[in-house]
C-alpha cells in the first residue's frame, strides 16, 4: 500500500487520535497504559511503511487460562497477561464452529463455515474466497505461514493430505511456507517433520514442538523485509497429541501443576480433566514463553512499534464435560477464544466484554492496517469499539454458531443467553446441516455462567425460547443456509 495513499492516512491520524484521547466506554475496561510516548509516534504514523502483522494462533485454549482476564489465577502467562494490559482485547470472542479447521476458514475468509467448504475436518476450503492473507498480498504485503494449516482435504486412513500443503491451496500464504496441514499427526511433541515451500521435509528431533515452530518464526522475523508482511504463527499446543490422545507439556512442566485450579464449569461434571489439567497448564506456559521469544525479537529488529501482534485460539476446551470430546459444543468452554491485539492504534489497555465472532477477525486486522474489506466478507470490523468511535449498544451482540460432527447443531451466544438447536435425524459427520431442529440446550448466561442448568423445554422460559428460536433462524439465513424449522423442546434433556 503506498505511504501516501489518503485512506492510510486518515486511518493513521484516526488511530493517533484515538490512542491520545481514547477514554473508558460502555461495555470496557481500561487498563494502566505503558510505554505511551513511543506507541503515539508509531500511531501518529512514523514509521516508513505500514504496519507487519504476526497473527499467532494457538491450538484449544481456553480464555480464561490468560491471567489477566482474572478468571484463573493459576495460569501462568505473564506475556498474555502484559499484552492485555498494555493492548487491546475482548473477553467475549466467540468462534463461530467449535473445531479446528472449520474455526480457521471462518477465520481467514471472514465467512462461516458452511460457506467456505470446510464445514467439518478434512474436507477442504474453497478456493474462490479472498482471505486475509490474499487481500494482503494485492495491498503490497508478503504473506508467510509456519506451522498447522489443517484446511486442505485430507483422508488419515488412506494416508492422503496430511503433510506438505501446494501452494494452490495456501489461499493467499504466497511467501514464507514451513507447516504441515494436519500437523498434529506428522509432527510430536520432541519430534517430525513439517515442509517447506517447494515440498521439501523440515525435520526436528529433541526439541519441544513448540520451541521448534518459534525458532522458525524467530529466524523469519530476523531476515531483512523490504516490504510489510503477515507471519502467521499456528502452534498445536495446547491441544491433546492426537494418537497419543492426551495433552503433553514440556518436560517438568505439568509437575509445576499437580495439584491445579479446576474451571468452574468442569468441576461438579465427568470429564478427563483430572488426568489433562497439569500438562494443559504446562502447554499453556511454554505458549506464554514462545510469545514473550516472538515480542523479545521484533523488539530487537527493530519492528515491535510497527507491527500488530494479534494472539488467539481456534477454539477452547472443555475436557470431554459436554461430549465425548473437547470441543464440538455450544458451551463457552468451547467456543471462548483469546483475541488479544496490540500495536499501532491498538494500544489502548482496554478489555471489551461485546461479543465478537471469530469471522470478525479478519475485517478487524485489515481495518488496522488499512486494507479494504472485501463486501463478500461477513464478519464485522470491530476496530471502532477500541477506538470508542461505536458504543456498546451500536454492536450487534449476538454471535452465530455451526457445530458438526458431535451432531448437526445450530447456536447463538448473547450476552445474556446460550441457546442451541440439534437435528437429530441427522449425523453430524455426513451432512453440514439440517431442516428439521428441536431446541437442545438454554442457559442464563447471567445467572449461570458455568452452564449447569439446561432451561431448554422448561415451561416458565417458552416465551424467551420464542424469542431467541426467532433469533436464531435469522442468523441462519443470513448465514446462506436454506430455511428450516426448529421445534420446541418436549423434554427435560
Not at 469499539?385 to 447463538?412: E, N, P
Not at 428441536?438 to 424467551?464: G, H, I, S
Amino acid at each position: 500500500m503506498p505511504q501516501n495513499d489518503p485512506n492510510r492516512r486518515d486511518f493513521l491520524r484516526a488511530s493517533a487520535l484515538s490512542g491520545l484521547l481514547f477514554g473508558a466506554t460502555a461495555g470496557a475496561s481500561m487498563l494502566p497504559q505503558q510505554e505511551a510516548s513511543s506507541q503515539q509516534k508509531a500511531d501518529a504514523g512514523e514509521s516508513r511503511q505500514p504496519p507487519n502483522i504476526v497473527l499467532y494462533c494457538c491450538d484449544q485454549m481456553r480464555t480464561d487460562f490468560v491471567g489477566a482476564f482474572g478468571e484463573n489465577s493459576m495460569s501462568r502467562t505473564p506475556t498474555l497477561n502484559r499484552m492485555v494490559r498494555r493492548g487491546s482485547s475482548f473477553r467475549h470472542a466467540v468462534t463461530n464452529q467449535p473445531l479446528c479447521s472449520p474455526s480457521r476458514a471462518c477465520m481467514i475468509t471472514g465467512r462461516y463455515a458452511t460457506e467456505t467448504g470446510e464445514w467439518k475436518i478434512g474436507v477442504g476450503m474453497r478456493t474462490d474466497l479472498p482471505t486475509l492473507a490474499s487481500v494482503l498480498t494485492d495491498n503490497g504485503y508478503t504473506s508467510n505461514f509456519i506451522g498447522k494449516w489443517h484446511l486442505m482435504a485430507s483422508d488419515r486412513k488412506k494416508g492422503v493430505g496430511q503433510g506438505w500443503v501446494p501452494p494452490h491451496l495456501r489461499y493467499g500464504f504466497d511467501g514464507l511456507w514451513e507447516g504441515a496441514n494436519e500437523f498434529e499427526w506428522t509432527t510430536h511433541p520432541y519430534y517430525g517433520t513439517i515442509w517447506n515451500n517447494a515440498g521439501d521435509p523440515i525435520d526436528y528431533k529433541d526439541q519441544y514442538r513448540v520451541d521448534f515452530i518459534t525458532q522458525q518464526a524467530v529466524a523469519f522475523l530476523r531476515q531483512p523485509h523490504a516490504k510489510p508482511f503477515l507471519l502467521y504463527i499456528s502452534q498445536l499446543e495446547p491441544h491433546q497429541q492426537n494418537d497419543l490422545r492426551r495433552m503433553v507439556a514440556p518436560k517438568g512442566y505439568a509437575e509445576r501443576f499437580t495439584n491445579p485450579q479446576v474451571p468452574a464449569d468442569c468441576l461438579r461434571l465427568p470429564g478427563d480433566w483430572q488426568q489433562q489439567l497439569p500438562d494443559y497448564y504446562g502447554c499453556i506456559q511454554k505458549i506464554d514463553e514462545s510469545v514473550a521469544t516472538v515480542l523479545k525479537t521484533l523488539e530487537e529488529q527493530g519492528m515491535a512499534e510497527n507491527t500488530i501482534v494479534c494472539f488467539i485460539s481456534d477454539h477452547g476446551c472443555h475436557f470431554e464435560t459436554r461430549n465425548a470430546e473437547y470441543k464440538r459444543s455450544p458451551h463457552d468452554a468451547s467456543i471462548r477464544f483469546p483475541f488479544i491485539l496490540t500495536g499501532p492504534g491498538l494500544n489502548h489497555g482496554i478489555v471489551r466484554d461485546e461479543i465478537v465472532s471469530m469471522i470478525d477477525l479478519t475485517p478487524t486486522l485489515l481495518a488496522a492496517v488499512g486494507a479494504p474489506i472485501p463486501p463478500s466478507m461477513k464478519g464485522r470490523n470491530a476496530l471502532p469499539l477500541l477506538t470508542s468511535q461505536l458504543a456498546r449498544d451500536q454492536w450487534d451482540d449476538v454471535a452465530y454458531i455451526q457445530i458438526s460432527d458431535s451432531m448437526v447443531g445450530r447456536a447463538i451466544r448473547t450476552r445474556e443467553w446460550c441457546y442451541c438447536v440439534a437435528d437429530r435425524s441427522k449425523i453430524g459427520n455426513e451432512v453440514p446441516a439440517g431442516m428439521h431442529y428441536e431446541e437442545y440446550q438454554m442457559y442464563n448466561m447471567l445467572d449461570d455462567p458455568n452452564q449447569q442448568v439446561n432451561l431448554a423445554a422448561r415451561k416458565e422460559f417458552r416465551d424467551q425460547a420464542a424469542i431467541l428460536r426467532k433469533l436464531l433462524l435469522k442468523k441462519m439465513v443470513e448465514a446462506g443456509e436454506p430455511e428450516a424449522e426448529i421445534a420446541p423442546a418436549r423434554l427435560y434433556p
